[in-house]
């Protein structure tokens, strides 16, 4: 089978890889590590995000004297302290609420009232982030990573100054320097968030009060996600998105099936639609929208805007111009496969370089600077990174679109499943959704798998391991999967993909 050819030829490839290596490993650990100073850092990395963090910590693991600088005063970056976790939180709280209001009595749990207490949703969301920021920096002292709370900016290739959070200056030093200061909101012309009224993702996460109308500029992860949460809540959501579509990155037959089941939840989608202006002079706001391609304006009212526009490389006064680090048109800091620079020893890894701007593949990226930096080898395939989005179905994705696949020329074939006849799903009465498998049609190798489902952000990593052993359809359809679970649906796509399936 595919499965077992592939895993003797990675085995055979390690091998290789630790042979030819050898040498140089063997030079790094002659010399060593020591710093040629007290103050001298094998490493330093500047952000203490997903992959700051992560980068700090397996340099640390690695034997490299490393200091990780972070100037929120909290470790977690955008993604634990304003983005990924919190956001997780109220997605689930908000879910239990609308579940409790509107599928309870089906299952014979019926409640007299069913209210939202926003302020304790809020403090539970504030509390798991607390303690997950504290966890990060227990984990810094285990593994012996000295942390400076401050902003850091280059003085050369080898020196960053950092103005503290307690008003004080110092002088941070190491022989490899890694850049991992993440993104930052991408603001509309015309537009000023005040994180009040118009508000960024940050915003939206600590709204005080439950909106009558909201209205979210951006049709991707972010603004769905944060729309699904307010309009469980009862808010009126409707979506602006200047492009034809929702999700653009997503296959295009789970994108459609995706915005009809929003649509069903009552969240509304003006699509091919720009924002003009954005009136806050009265208690409403007022947005003057028009067609993207031109037209006739229309005004849409609302108590909040979400602006969910994309994000933006975050690079601004870390001087990189005084060093000479290059950046593309857009902001993006170039790297080669070793998540070099064109400055020697200035590494840049996540949300500053190309790739996508996701919080797990800048971890991997971490691991992978890391290894390199200490002499080892390090990997991280963009073409296998899982995407997830967080709403009820979730939606998630690993490898080719069927667009991209038919836009390469080769020849494939697609297996589908429908939720509806998972086992599992009908007895939790959760069917809604689908599983996608496309294959090489001569080979059967998988290109890529799409998943819309409960929990589908937890069932993408079989298929995700599966791309990366450059498994086939079959060899998934030929694994065993444990019944009743969702995770049949996958294992029937892929029968289905290079044969038939069984339950539909």
Known sequence: MAMAINLARRNAAHALRRYSLSSSTSFISSRGFAADSYDENDVVVIGGGPGGYVAAIKAAQLGLKTTCIEKRGALGGTCLNVGCIPSKALLHSSHMYHEAKHKFANHGVKC?????????????????????????ETLFKKNKVNYVKGAGKFLSPTEISVDTIEGENTIVKGKNIIIATGSDVKGLPGVT?????????????????????????????????????????????????????????????????????????????????KVVSVDTSTDVVKLTLEPSAGGEQSILEADVVLVSAGRTPYTSGLGLDKIGVEMDKIGRIPVDRRFSTNVKGVYAIGDVIPGPMLAHRAEDDGIACAEFISGKEGHVDYDKVPGVVYTHPEVASVGKTEEQVKESGVAYRVGKFPMVGNSRAKSIDDAEGLVKVIAEKETDKILGVHIMSSNAGELIHEAALALTYDASSEDIARTCHAHPTLSEALKEAAMATYDKPINI
């Open 112 to 136: 007299e009232s069913v209210e939202v207490d926003l302020a304790a949703m809020m403090a539970q969301k504030d509390k798991a982030v607390y303690n997950l920021t504290k966890g990060v």
């Open 193 to 273: 968030i005040d994180e009040k009224r118009i508000v960024s993702s940050t915003g939206a996460l600590s709204l005080t009060e439950i909106p009558k109308k909201l209205i979210v500029i951006g049709a991707g992860y972010i603004g769905l996600e944060m729309g699904s949460v307010w309009a469980r809540l009862g808010t009126e959501v409707t979506v602006v998105e200047f492009a034809p579509q929702i999700v653009p990155t997503m296959d295009g037959e789970i994108r459609r099936q995706f915005q009809r089941v929003l649509e069903k939840q009552k969240m509304k989608f003006m699509l091919k639609t």
